[in-house]
């Protein structure tokens, strides 16, 4: 355990710019702050003494984390170790004088703490497919022979000089279909077809069949042909690559060399089953997740999803969009990540800054862009304070919510210009999050995403924010609990700290909150919807016939309106505010009807009483007995003794008529015809 107060190694990077230690110790309470001019040269004894202590250690540099850590392990290090960027973030701009809360909240904020990882293993053997077009293909294979167990299956395979030696199968085939990842890849084959030795000038094959399969470790695409997967670039182990562009040979040449052995990878989503709103009875509700994987990793799996983690490339749209919290995010886990907001704005702001602008960023794309705005451009804003996340498609209303109510006065979502993949999962989030900051009193563009690939046009859009203030009173709540609870948690803080705030406002179609309407007219009082409920939004009474919603529970899966017989049920997206403290309302109770045999409840008086003037004299059966009649209004065990002791017939009914064949319609007619001629 880390012994000691947290300490802090600052510098002003050979007085590129300026740090007010006294400030920062003043911010950061319970922290000692060590600040210098050089720690990683001239002053790296000072870094030494400090490293050889067992407390927790932040370093203010990422530059130099590489030396740092090779210092930590010369000492036998047990305490804890982070680092933070408050060069590129805070101190090159051209606001670095007033930067001082900015880098006291970076500073504080990578202090709190976040679970390490889950990861799982992927293991490949080498076993490595190349799928061409010619005899780029075989080439490919003679340079990776060596390295890898290849086999070779050529598209067209037409005019292909054979192999002098046979050092590898090479085959030919089209891929109809391909599934899997790094380690477990299974594809089909059409038209598969082996070599006959005796070619000569070019390669012969024998008769051809479809639906051969094959399974690889290793898929590498060099047909040309459209992409066997879904975002491509995202599927581990599967490389592709333009056959006319040497460099892109090369680099996938390279890669496949090295993906042999076992490969850790992260469990990106956390997924829980059981409140998956997917189906019931074979009925679909909820599908958001389904609709935004953009690696097809989730797939239809009974009454919910499966997600297979050696698919999932990290994207977290599954767990941004999902209503219930059974997807979510790993990367961190949404209450590590909403501490960490709370912490950076409760400095910011105790530190004096004003009007915060949170900016979600990738390392991959975003760090390169705040490098490089900071080293060739004006650097960013005073008040912009960036948040490193694993992908920015991961954050979800519940981080956006929270970033508000803990006071940030706009958040902003740094993309490229051309994302690796699809982001309608954001851009759902943000079109719901604008009309409920909108009906709080949080006027203005407050959320938005800024696509761009070049420093000047992103700060560009930095400096076209306009200035704006956050809530008055920002709030102080702690994360708890699941992603649904943080979720309607940081909403309801949100609401309690808004400048104007509403009780209801409208969403958008989509949105994880909403009312059930029924048209209680035509309810028959079923409850097939209640059964069909995964969250218990719409519930009955043991007692009496009722049906009761809801709205704090209510996810909008449209589970009850697909499943609903009489086609009565619509939804309604909003938010209400009100509806977590509110009672369940009822929509529709009705008398029930008592059995006339024992004089216990059963059904709806309507129902029976309707069921009862349908049959009434209309039936065979309840035609001429008044007792079959009854059975209808007894309850199920009084109805099964009545059949039993009246000694019911249902087989009794009237004489079925006469068969009729084609001769009397014939007999008929000739009978027709003579009376006629008469």
């Known amino acids: 355990m880390p012994e000691g107060p947290h300490k802090v190694l600052i510098c002003s990077c050979e007085d590129s710019m300026p740090v007010d230690g006294a400030a920062l110790r003043r911010c950061l309470r319970d922290t000692d702050v060590i600040s210098g001019r050089q720690f990683c040269r001239a002053e790296l004894d000072r870094a030494r003494v400090v490293l050889a202590g067992d407390a927790a250690v932040t370093i203010a540099c990422t530059q130099e984390a590489p030396l740092f850590r090779e210092v930590a392990e010369e000492q036998s290090r047990a305490g804890q170790l982070t680092f933070v960027n408050i060069r590129e973030a805070a101190g090159w701009s051209k606001d670095s004088k ?9 500073i504080a904020a990578e202090a709190e703490a976040a679970p390490a990882p889950e990861y799982i293993a992927l293991e490949s053997a080498g076993t490595v497919l190349i799928y061409g077009r010619d005899e780029q293909a075989i080439e490919v294979a003679h340079l990776l022979k060596d390295h890898l167990d290849v086999t070779v299956l050529i598209d067209t395979a037409d005019d292909v000089a054979p192999v002098r030696v046979t050092e590898f199968p090479v085959v030919k085939g089209k891929i109809r279909f391909a599934k899997g990842h790094l380690g477990k890849f299974e594809v089909t084959v059409d038209g598969y077809a082996t070599p006959k030795p005796s070619s000569r000038g070019s390669i012969r094959f024998d008769d051809a069949r479809d639906g051969a399969q094959s399974r690889c470790d290793i898929l590498i695409d060099l047909s040309g042909n459209t992409s066997l997967f879904p975002a491509a670039d995202l599927r581990d182990g599967y490389l592709r690559a333009d056959p006319r562009d040497p460099a892109a040979m090369l680099r996938t040449l390279l890669k496949a060399r090295d993906l042999t052995g076992t490969f850790d990878k992260p469990r990106y989503v956390n997924f829980t089953a059981s409140i998956c709103a997917h189906s019931r009875s074979k009925i679909v509700g909820c599908h958001r997740c389904l609709d935004l994987c953009p690696a097809g990793a989730i797939t239809p799996d009974g009454d919910h999803v499966t997600i297979d983690a050696g698919i999932c490339a990290g994207c977290g749209q599954c767990a941004a969009a999902c209503p219930t919290g059974a997807a979510a995010y790993a990367l961190p886990p949404s209450d590590a990540l909403l501490r960490k907001l709370r912490t950076l704005l409760a400095t910011y702001r105790a530190a004096g800054g004003k009007q915060a602008i949170i900016l979600f960023h990738d390392e991959a794309h975003g760090g390169e862009m705040i490098s490089a705005l900071a080293r060739y451009g004006d650097g960013l804003p005073a ?41 309608a999962g954001l851009t759902q989030t943000i079109a719901l999050a604008q009309p409920i900051l909108g009906g709080l009193g949080f006027a203005g563009a407050r959320v938005a995403a800024i696509e761009a690939d070049d420093p000047e046009l992103f700060a560009e859009h930095l400096d076209a924010i306009e200035p704006m203030d956050g809530a008055p009173r920002p709030a102080t709540f702690s994360a708890v609990g699941g992603k649904r609870e943080m979720m309607r948690l940081s909403l309801r803080e949100l609401h309690a700290v808004a400048p104007s705030p509403i009780d209801i406002v409208s969403l958008p179609h989509g949105a994880p909150f909403g009312a059930v309407n029924v048209d209680v007219a035509g309810c028959t009082l079923c409850l097939s919807c209640v059964s069909a409920c995964p969250t218990g939004a719409l519930s009955d009474d043991s007692e009496r016939p009722m049906l009761r919603f809801a709205e704090d529970a209510c996810v909008q899966c449209g589970l009850c309106k697909a499943i609903c017989p009489e086609k009565v049920i619509t939804l309604q997206p909003q938010i209400d505010f009100r509806a977590a403290t509110a009672a369940s309302r009822v929509i529709k109770q009705e008398e029930p009807f008592l059995c006339i045999r024992c004089g216990e409840p059963f059904g709806t008086k309507s129902s029976v009483e309707r069921v009862v003037a349908k049959l ?16 209808i209004r007894m309850c199920a065990d009084c109805r099964v003794g009545a059949v039993v002791e009246d000694n019911f017939d249902p087989f009794g009914a009237p004489p079925r008529p006469r068969v009729r064949t084609t001769d009397d319609y014939l007999r008929e007619r000739e009978q027709a015809e003579r009376k006629d001629n008469f």
């Open 98 to 106: 007033a930067a001082g809360p900015k880098m006291a909240a970076l």
């Open 383 to 423: 008040n912009v304070l960036p948040v490193a996340v694993n992908e920015v498609t991961q954050i979800g209303l519940e981080s956006t919510a929270a970033a508000f109510a803990y006071g940030a006065s706009a958040v902003r979502f740094l993309l490229r210009a051309k994302s690796r993949h699809d982001i």
């Open 616 to 631: 009434e004299g209309k039936h065979w059966m309840y035609k001429d007995s008044m007792k079959r009649l009854d059975v």
